[in-house]
């Protein structure tokens, strides 16, 4: 069956870096587009970025875009989100998620990222 | 990238049908058939109900359908049960190439 573990949480003081790992497992990884979408405590889903299957396209959120990179290493079946120059409004639990028809089809469990000082 | 809008809650009885309206505008939800549906219960990962608009994934129950017209798409649960209340997101492809989520609603089975 299809498995996403998300890794890499924790707490980071505003302006560090943190990097996010999602380990895919039980489908062909490099079939399949992958997405990041953060949830911030008791608020709404937020969409964050997507990296096609081969890694060659990303995209991501105006509210990220020049701080946070998605990356993708097929060899390891593992998506990644580098984030640079956190900020107090980043916080929020991560998922990771696979693309397919479109949708968001399997989500990971999440992990939680606390920006603070 | 504006949310896209929801009621912020909806109720219904056991046994009725509820709608849920996801509104967007021409760059998202009205200009792609691109439109899905998650339910999220408290603590847990969302789940896909409905894709591509009106698709029902392997398992959903066929109480769920979806559908759109313009710029608004739409949830419709039938035959409301207890565990059907949960938080509802609807989400679209954009002409940006990105996604976009609705600000979430909150079902209530009184």
């Known amino acids: 069956q299809v498995q996403l573990v998300e890794s890499g949480g924790g707490v980071v003081q505003p302006g560090r870096s943190l990097r996010l790992s999602c380990a895919a497992s039980g489908f062909t990884f490099n079939n399949y587009a992958m997405h990041w979408v953060r949830q911030a405590p008791g608020k709404g889903l937020d969409w964050v970025a997507v990296?096609?299957?081969?890694?060659?396209?990303?995209y991501y959120a105006d509210s990220v875009k020049g701080r946070f990179t998605i990356s993708r290493d097929n060899s390891k079946n593992t998506l990644y989100l580098q984030m640079n120059s956190l900020r107090a409004e980043d916080t929020a639990v991560y998922y990771c998620?696979?693309?397919?028809?479109?949708?968001?089809?399997?989500w990971g469990q999440g992990t939680l990222v606390t920006v603070s000082s | 990238q504006s949310a896209l809008t929801q009621p912020a809650s909806v109720s219904g009885s056991p046994g009725q049908s509820i709608t849920i309206s996801c509104t967007g505008t021409?760059?998202?939800?009205?200009?792609?058939?691109?439109v899905s549906w998650y339910q999220q219960h408290l603590g847990k990962a969302p789940k896909l109900m409905i894709y591509e608009v009106s698709n029902r994934p392997s398992g959903v129950s066929n109480r769920f359908s979806g559908s759109k017209s313009g710029n608004t798409a739409s949830l419709t649960i039938s035959g409301l049960q207890a565990e059907d209340e949960a938080d509802y997101y609807c989400?679209?492809?954009?002409?940006?190439?990105?996604?976009?989520f609705g600000g979430g609603t909150k079902l209530t089975v009184l």
């Open positions: 989400s679209s492809y954009t002409s940006s190439s990105t996604r976009v």
């Open positions: 990296i096609s299957f081969d890694g060659g396209t990303q």
């Open positions: 021409s760059s998202d939800v009205g200009g792609y058939k691109y």
């Open positions: 998620a696979r693309e397919a028809r479109s949708a968001h089809d399997n």
